[in-house]
């Protein structure tokens, strides 16, 4: 996978993966899956988009893959809905159709070579692939921020810097078809951040995000941003999450592949 993981692990940035499930993140994919189905979940993460599916799936199996260990171990925690295992995209180590489905989310946009991926993934998926990513150069917010418009600069820095594609959303049509993947259906995914409470919430994880997780020592290692202008972005996301009417809006291209 990436070098590199932009958003790394620290809580701010697994409190929002946290959030994500099966209906708000890969509501897209649920109509055709069946109960028996075998499942991999490529780039778990915290694991509860897993955890959905393993419900879905009550006599199939379901299998969580990440690159860390702590990771996967968090994604399987006490749910014995399958094993997890610390795995590479780019060389999933199993054999050629070992599983009716194969998932992945907002993981390509991470990948240096995101083509690669999605060819191994097509190779151990025996009825459907299915993955998703933002397109972060279409994310949209209001009020207007100073703060936002520079976080904005500096993640594309660092993501451009690090050779992978924040925007790659835009993208997964084309690269369906540069797999071989003929047979795909095309969705978006929405989530909108517009109430007060869900614009605190994530106004203060990205806040906490420039300021303690990857995203702040690679600006830092990059000379993409000081310390000053982390805090000025930090504040940014704060004051914007403050605002009467405040809404950001992310939306991703899912791609469903018939294999």
């Not at 990059?222 to 405040?246: K, T």
Request: glycine share 8%; proline share 5%.
């Amino acid at each position: 996978m990436a070098a590199i993981y932009i958003h790394g692990h620290d809580p701010s940035v697994l409190a929002s993966h946290r959030w994500r499930g099966a209906e708000n993140s890969a509501g897209y994919l649920v109509p055709v899956l069946q109960e028996d189905d075998t499942l991999l979940d490529v780039g778990c993460g915290p694991g509860t988009i897993t955890r959905d599916f393993a419900q879905l799936l009550s006599r199939g199996r379901v299998i969580a893959l990440d690159q860390t260990t702590p990771i996967v171990k968090e994604a399987v925690g006490a749910s014995p809905y399958g094993f997890g295992i610390v795995g590479d995209a780019y060389a999933l180590p199993f054999q050629n159709k070992s599983f009716d489905v194969v998932h992945a989310h907002q993981v390509l946009q991470h990948l240096r070579d995101p083509r690669r991926a999605v060819s191994e993934m097509a190779r151990v998926a025996r009825r459907y692939l299915a993955f998703a990513d933002a397109d972060y150069d279409r994310m949209l917010w209001w009020p207007t921020s100073e703060g936002l418009e520079r976080w904005m600069q500096v993640y594309q820095g660092i993501a451009s810097a690090n050779h992978v594609n924040p925007n790659i959303g835009r993208e997964l049509p084309s690269l369906a078809l540069a797999c071989g993947l003929a047979r795909h259906s095309v969705n978006t995914i929405t989530w909108t951040y517009a109430t007060p409470e869900l614009c605190h919430w994530w106004g203060g994880l990205w806040a906490g995000r420039v300021r303690h997780s990857t995203f702040a020592s690679e600006a830092l290692r990059l000379g993409l941003a000081n310390a000053e202008e982390l805090d000025f972005i930090a504040q940014g996301w704060q004051s914007w999450a403050n605002q009467p009417g405040a809404i950001f809006v992310i939306t991703s291209v899912a791609i469903l592949a018939e294999i």
